[in-house]
């Protein structure tokens, strides 16, 4: 399995991850350890590392990250953003400006409107690649 492959399991078990916590508070481990248990291809435990990397990244600049995606996200705010789309956007700014090595724009964006195609609405892929595209010029 390739380390884009990886990474991908990595980043839908983050969204999984931070969803979960949204909603029952439990610990990261927990979360992480939950949303693994359901990928069942080969090399997902490869994904871990990066999977609990980015959700503890996410928890630890959670306020930064919320204040940027209020700041691009017209219209909206974060917490009335369906959950799904607000965790792959967590996710994608976490990428894009916090991480130790951060992922270059495009790469993030591309990868959050694929998670977002999988895992959120209809109208998902567009308010996230937006939402992102305006984080990205600015």
Avoid at 42 to 64: F, R
Avoid at 109 to 117: D, L, Q, R, S
């Amino acid at each position: 399995m390739s380390e884009k492959m990886i990474r991908r399991i990595a980043r839908e078990v983050a969204l999984q991850s931070l969803f979960q916590i949204d909603f029952n508070s439990c610990e990261a481990e927990a979360a992480v350890a939950a949303a693994m248990s359901e990928h069942e291809e080969e090399n997902a435990p490869k994904a871990l590392n990066y999977a609990m990397t980015l959700v503890q990244g996410v928890l630890a600049h959670k306020e930064a990250i919320d204040a940027r995606l209020s700041e691009y996200a017209i219209d909206w705010t974060v917490e009335r953003m369906p959950a799904t789309d607000r965790n792959i956007l967590r996710v994608a700014v976490y990428e894009m400006l916090f991480a130790e090595e951060t992922v270059s724009a495009g790469i993030a964006i591309n990868e959050a409107v694929e998670i977002a195609k999988a895992y959120g609405t209809e109208e998902a892929p567009r308010f996230v690649n937006g939402v992102l595209g305006k984080l990205a010029k600015a």
